[in-house]
Structure formats: C-alpha cells, structure tokens
C-alpha cells in the first residue's frame, strides 16, 4: 500500500518532456510509482489526493539562497515552503555560518545576536547537525564561503595572504569539502572578498575541485565590469579544473542594458559554466557594496571627512578596478532597508536627502556611520533583459532569498519581493506570458539545478527520486509580493511534499521532513 497518491495530475516531469496526465505514488520519502492515466491508481492508499488536473512537479530547487541560519530562526521556511521550494542551496556569495567568523555575518543578515543563536561549530560538519538538528522544513545543501574562510584565517586584511594563510584557508575549505559541502562560493564584491587576487580564489576552488564540488560566485561586478568578471569566473573554474556556477546573472545599469544575448553567449562558450537568474528589474544587497575596497564601512565616515571627494567619485561614478552600483541608475533607484531609523526604510537615499536638505553622498555616509551594514534595494535592471536571460533554458533560476515569515524575524521589515515570489513569478505570470513553457520553466528550477549541484535523486518525478514535489494550479499561480507589501504568501501552489511528508496543504504547513544534503 502506498502512503500517499496524487492522481488526476498534469504531471510536468523535470527533464523537459512534454507535460502528461497521470498519477504518482510514493512509500516512505522515496516515489514508488509513476504512471499513466490509463492505468488506474490503487483503489487503497493511507493518503490519497485528488490533483484535479493542477500541475504536479519536482520540488523547487532554489540554487542560491542565504537562509544559512533559517533553521535556527525560521525552522519552518514559511516563505520558501509557500513557493513550492524543496530545496535551498546557502553558503552563496562567500558567506557561510563556518568558519565561526561567518558565523557573525550570518547572524548580522537575521538580525541576531551569535551568542543567543548559539553559533558557533568546531567543525562543517557539526554546523550541519546543528542544522539538522532544528528540523528544517526543506532540504538544505551547503557550500563553504570564501569570505568566510578570508576572515577567520586574516580578518578583513586588504592584501595578499602569506604562504602560511593560503595554506589554512585551503585546509578550511578541504575540511569543508569532506564534511559534506557541495562547493565553493565567493562574494568578490564585499570585503573581505573584494581583496582577494584570482590567483587566491584558484588555489582554494582547486581544494573544491579535488573533491568534486563546483565553483559558485558573485563575481566582481556586475555593472560595466560584468563581461571581465565573468571572464575571471570562467578563468577560476578552467584554472582549478571544476564546474563555474555564475550567481544572480545580470545586466546592471543603464550602460549594460540591452547587452543580455551578448552576456547569455559568453556564459554559453565559456566551457563548463551555469548561472542563476532572479526575475527581477532590482536587486538586494547592502550598502557597503557601493564603496570601493580601499574604504571598509567601519571607516566611512573619517574617510568622508579626509578625502571626500575622491570617496564621492568611487561611489557615484566609479574607479578604474571599481564600478559602483550607483553609476547609471541614480540614488532615487537606491532604497533603504534596515537602517537605524524605521523611518528611513522603504524609501530612497535621493527622498531621504531631498528631506534632510543635503546631497544625496551625504545621505549615504550618514547611513552607513549610524549602523554600519545597512541593507538597501537597487532598481537597476531592464526588464526585457530580465526576459532574455529568463527564456534561455540553461539559466536555472533562484531567488537570492532568505526565509521568513509575515511577523517573524524578519517579517517586518521592508525586504525584496523575491524572498516570497520567485518562483510562483516564473511558472505564473511569465509562462502565460509566453516568455517560456512550462515544461522548460520546470526544468529550470528542478532537474537542472539538481544534477549542477551534485542533489542525487533530486530534481525529477521518476521511481526510486526523493519524493519532494509540488502541485499548483497553472492559470491561478501568482506572486503576490511586491516592493510597497512584500511579505505575501503567492496564491496557487496547493500542496508541497518534501521527502514524502506534505509540507503544506490548503489546511496549511505541516510537517517538517528537510533533510541535510551532503556532498
């Protein structure tokens, strides 16, 4: 006897097949049976679910994800789950909760204090028990993050390390690499990332690439350096001999847009590389990210006041090795969240400076010496790029996101929209839009970020696969979540099973069945 049926389902498989009616059965957390609507399911079943002709997928699999500390904070991964999302891949942008001096990082982002979190792990391993041991709703893979590892070995030194520190920092990441991560990320925009030569950055990804991971990266710019930096990205991954995964793919300010097929076919020869996509016009970052390498935040402000206008030129125009997300867009496309006065969240530096009567640069030193990392949203994408690149069936797709829930800890909070609508965006409005089928939609954000991360039995709806899948109604499934009201639940998906355990249901979440993904 099965344990749980779903019959009546327009079954979209996860390899690109054509969609067909059938219905699935699955014992313990593994399928048992998929078939045809020709062949009548078993009239006997613990659990038996009418699909009623909805879609029945794989689960989501989110390829880039910071809900590193989720399990401590927000077991349930409301947001994550409401999407369809199975699985999420975290440590991404060279951030993760181990070694111990990510571990403050990671606790910055939740907005907790690492004491009270009860960070930190003797080893990779033992942070993903602790993991484990909180009861994720989804599954969870992990990468080591470059930053991470940087900061524990020199701090946040702006120079090449020793022999002495190269040598640690590769021990940390093949440590990393044998208690079960699945590459290697860096974020070569944030300190201490930002200081870091190529030459660094091969030498740790070869301890990845001896033990068949891949490299991750938010590479070096993503504005009028993108085309150099993802040069540098494919450089590493042929340079340490492993698989380069290019994060969050996009054309970023004016000066790029329209450049998106150009991008799409550099990604395309460079060899063996991927990439993710958010589909969005904005990002979400910090405002940190908007200084160059030689100001660290923690000195902003008495570097503002010494030399502040070479400081205005590298933030608002750029330098020779550095291009500000400023340039092209204008601080009206900058908004700010998470800031030391809630009355500055939500609304842009330009706005903010218009009422305090000062410059717009002015703004924004004064933001980053009241709280240091201050989180801020940046509208500086096109949205026919955002399309190009969304219609490529090799770009998988993620969101970039972290879990929380309306109310939760970071549920008050003005967030991007893509931490509750990625997903449900792409199979909702842009494939009744036409941008792209279904079929190939699915495939984006299932099998084909499965088999890139090394997900054994992930990713597909075929016997003997994990049962993680996802059911939603194609003409109904919606993102609801927008700039002005982020935290919004989407309508249509109908029911989440994640290792055979339904997650959620039109009664609501239920079990938490997440599993720790190791390499």
Same mark, same amino acid.
């Given at each position: 006897?099965?344990? #749980? ?8 498989? =996860? ?22 609507? &020709? ?17 029945? !997928? ?20 409301? $947001? ?15 951030? $993760? ?7 403050? /990082? ?18 990779? +391993? ?39 520190? *190269?040598?640690?920092?590769?021990? *940390? ?50 504005? /009028?350096?993108?085309?150099? !930096? ?8 042929? /340079? ?5 995964? *290019? ?10 847009? =329209?450049?998106?097929?150009?991008? *799409? ?32 935040? /923690? ?33 009206? !496309? @900058?908004?700010?969240? =998470? ?9 842009? @530096? ?32 096109? &949205? ?36 509750? +609508? ?5 199979? =909702? ?6 941008? #792209? ?19 054994? +039995? ?5 016997? +003997?696969?994990? !049962? ?52």
């Amino acid at each position: 006897m099965f344990d #749980l049926v779903i019959e009546n389902a327009r079954i979209v498989d =996860g390899t690109g097949a054509p969609a067909w009616d059938g219905w699935v059965g699955i014992r313990g957390d593994r399928i048992s049976a998929v078939e045809r609507a &020709e062949v009548p399911p078993p009239e006997e079943a613990a659990w038996s679910i009418d699909a009623r002709g909805s879609v029945l !997928a794989p689960g989501f699999v989110d390829a880039h994800n910071h809900s590193d500390l989720a399990p401590m904070v927000e077991p349930g991964f409301a $947001s994550t789950v409401h999407q369809g999302v199975t699985t999420v891949v975290v440590g991404n942008c060279g951030i $993760s909760p181990w070694p111990n001096a990510g571990a403050v /990082e990671c606790a910055q982002m939740v907005g907790g204090d690492p004491e009270v979190l009860g960070l930190g792990w003797p080893s990779f +391993g033992a942070c993903l028990d602790a993991m484990a041991e909180c009861g994720p709703a989804v599954n969870i893979a992990a990468l080591v993050g470059h930053g991470s590892v940087r900061a524990e070995v020199m701090g946040f030194a702006p120079r090449r390390p020793s022999a002495d520190e *190269l040598r640690a920092m590769r021990a *940390l990441v093949a440590e990393a690499m044998d208690q079960g991560a699945v590459g290697f990320s860096t974020g070569l925009i944030y300190v201490p990332g930002i200081f870091a030569e190529t030459g660094e950055v091969v030498a740790l990804a070869g301890e990845a690439a001896r033990r068949g991971g891949l490299y991750a990266s938010h590479i070096r710019g993503e504005g /009028e350096p993108l085309f150099a !930096a993802v040069d540098e990205a494919i450089r590493v991954g042929r /340079e340490a001999g492993l698989p380069a995964h *290019l994060s969050h793919l996009k054309c970023e300010t004016r000066p790029m847009w =329209g450049k998106a097929d150009e991008l *799409l076919s550099q990604v395309h020869s460079g060899g063996d590389v991927t990439a993710d996509q958010y589909p969005y016009t904005a990002w979400e970052s910090v405002l940190s990210s908007l200084l160059p390498q030689w100001a660290p935040v /923690e000195r902003v402000a008495d570097i503002a006041a010494a030399d502040r206008e070479r400081l205005r030129t590298a933030v608002e125009v750029g330098e020779p090795t550095f291009q500000s997300g400023v340039n092209g867009v204008g601080w009206d !496309a @900058i908004v700010v969240e =998470g800031s030391a006065d809630p009355d500055w969240d939500g609304r842009s @530096i330009a706005a903010l400076a218009d009422e305090a009567s000062c410059e717009p640069f002015d703004m924004f030193v004064r933001l980053l010496d009241a709280r240091g990392e201050t989180g801020c949203i940046g509208h500086a994408m096109h &949205e026919d790029d955002v399309r190009t690149i969304l219609a490529d069936p090799e770009i998988m797709v993620a969101s970039d996101a972290m879990a929380m829930s309306p109310g939760g800890p970071l549920g008050t909070q003005p967030v991007h929209p893509r931490n509750y +609508g990625t997903f449900p965006r792409v199979v =909702g409005p842009y494939v009744r839009e036409g941008v #792209l089928s279904l079929e190939v939609a699915v495939r984006k954000m299932t099998k084909l970020p499965a088999v890139r991360f090394g997900l054994q +039995g992930r990713g597909a709806i075929e016997v +003997g696969g994990f !049962a993680d899948l996802v059911m939603f109604d194609p003409e109904r499934v919606l993102d609801t979540a927008g700039f002005d009201a982020p935290h919004a639940f989407p309508d249509g998906i109908e029911l989440v099973v994640v290792n055979g355990r339904v997650a959620l249901d039109e009664a609501g979440t239920r079990a938490r069945a997440g599993a720790i993904l190791r390499h």
